[in-house]
C-alpha cells in the first residue's frame, strides 16, 4: 500500500475508545502494518482556546456560540489535515482518536449536517474509514463512572444527556453509513471486528 489510510474512531464517553485503540494497533502491528496513532485533541494548537468557548457553552448554552464552536473545530481539523496529517508515512494505517463525527454526540441545537459542511468547506481531511464506538447507554455511562477521572464531560452530566446523545449518535452512524462497533463484549471481539473491516478497506 502507497497511500496512507486514515481510520477515525469516536463515539461517546465509557464506550471503550482508547482500549479498543491500544487493542487495534497492537494487533495490526503484529501484523506488520505501519500503525501510527493520533488524536484529534493532542493534534489541535487552537484547542485551549475552542474549550474555553465550550466551557461558556455549558454555563449559558446558546445557538451562535455552539455555531462559533462547530467552525473553530473545522479550522482546527483543517489545520490537522495540512500540517500532521500530510505529513506521516506513505503507506502507514492513521488511527485518529475522535475526528469531526464527535460533534454528532453532544451537539443536539445544530443539525450535524450543518456541521458536516462546515467540515467540508473548510477542506477538513475526510476518513477512508469512519468506525462508531457504541454500547447501550447505562454500560458506557457506568464504564466513565468507575473511571478514576469520572464522565470528564463538559457537556454532558446526566444518564438522560447521555442516552439522547447516544441515541444521536447511532443516527449519524447509519446516516453516514459509518461502521458500527458494538464493544460490548471482549475487547478481542470489538478488535477483530475493527481489524477485519480496516484489512477489508485495504
Not at 469516536?10 to 485503540?21: E, I, Q, S
Not at 496529517?85 to 450543518?114: K, N, V
Not at 444527556?161 to 460490548?184: G, K, M, P, Y
Request: some cysteine; proline content about 4%; overall charge neutral.
Amino acid at each position: 500500500m502507497s497511500r496512507q489510510l486514515f481510520v477515525s474512531l469516536d463515539g461517546p464517553k465509557g464506550t471503550g475508545k482508547t482500549t479498543l485503540l491500544e487493542a487495534i494497533t497492537h494487533a495490526l502491528r503484529a501484523d506488520n502494518r505501519k500503525v501510527i496513532r493520533l488524536s484529534e485533541k493532542n493534534s489541535d494548537p487552537f484547542r485551549a482556546e475552542t474549550m474555553s468557548l465550550v466551557n461558556r457553552l455549558a454555563r449559558n448554552p446558546s445557538v451562535d456560540l455552539e455555531r462559533e464552536i462547530c467552525a473553530r473545530f473545522a479550522v482546527s481539523r483543517a489545520w490537522i489535515s495540512q500540517n500532521v496529517l500530510t505529513q506521516q508515512s506513505p503507506g502507514s494505517i492513521i488511527l485518529m482518536d475522535r475526528w469531526y463525527p464527535s460533534d454528532a454526540a453532544f451537539r443536539r441545537m445544530i443539525p450535524f449536517a450543518e456541521i458536516l459542511q462546515l467540515n467540508i468547506d473548510h477542506n477538513v481531511r475526510v476518513p477512508d474509514l469512519h468506525v462508531g464506538v457504541v454500547t447501550a447507554p447505562h454500560v458506557s455511562w457506568a464504564r466513565a463512572a468507575a473511571r478514576s477521572r469520572g464522565l470528564g464531560s463538559t457537556v454532558i452530566h446526566k444518564l438522560e444527556e447521555h442516552v439522547a446523545c447516544t441515541s444521536a449518535f447511532e443516527q449519524e452512524i447509519a446516516s453516514h453509513d459509518w461502521f458500527l462497533c458494538r464493544n460490548e463484549g471482549s475487547i478481542e471481539e470489538a478488535t477483530m471486528q475493527v481489524v477485519a473491516e480496516i484489512c477489508r478497506v485495504l
